[in-house]
Each structure stands twice: as structure tokens, then as C-alpha cells.
């Protein structure tokens, strides 16, 4: 009796430590990816940092100095609201 009693106290702090807070993360992230819109600025996992100039379903183009990039929404690392948030995050 125990024994399970451990294994099922184990597997409740196993949900509450990792499961739990990974859904909730993606969840802030999924929805950070379908608010984004024309103009905002964001930086994806490979460090580009542009400007979004059109939404797709399932891409979006972004504006960096003079190139244009057509990147996966999942992509998108963060949305940059001040440019002082960049320097921050190094």
C-alpha cells in the first residue's frame, strides 16, 4: 500500500512540476502567435529580428533592413514591444 501511495504521490509532483507549467507556456505562446499582425516587430529562434509586413495562415513575412523572410509562425520567438527590450535580453 505504500508503494503505490508513493509511485501516485510521485506522479502528482511529476504533473505539477513539469506537465503543468509546459502546457501553460504553450498555451501563452500559441496565443502570442495568432495575435500577431502587420507592423509588429519580433524575433524568431534564429535571432532575426524584424517587422512583420503580411500574416498567413501558417507563415508570415517579415521586413529586415532591406530583405524580406517568409518564416513559420512557429518561429516566432517573442514579440518585441520597445527596442530597449532587446538590449535587456541579451
Not at 507556456?25 to 495575435?35: D, F, G, I, S, T
Not at 517587422?51 to 514579440?79: A, C, G, H, N, P
Request: hydrophobic residues 40%.
Amino acid at each position: 500500500m505504500s508503494f503505490m501511495f508513493t509511485m501516485v504521490l510521485m506522479m502528482v509532483i511529476f504533473y505539477f512540476l513539469l506537465i503543468r507549467p509546459q502546457t501553460k507556456r504553450e498555451k501563452e505562446r500559441k496565443k502570442m502567435v495568432e495575435a500577431l499582425k502587420n507592423g509588429d516587430s519580433v524575433v524568431t529562434r534564429g535571432g532575426i529580428v524584424g517587422s512583420v509586413q503580411s500574416v498567413k495562415s501558417d507563415t508570415i513575412t517579415l521586413r529586415s533592413l532591406e530583405s524580406k523572410f517568409e518564416v513559420y509562425k512557429d518561429s516566432v520567438e517573442r514579440v518585441i514591444t520597445d527596442r530597449a527590450d532587446l538590449k535587456e535580453n541579451k
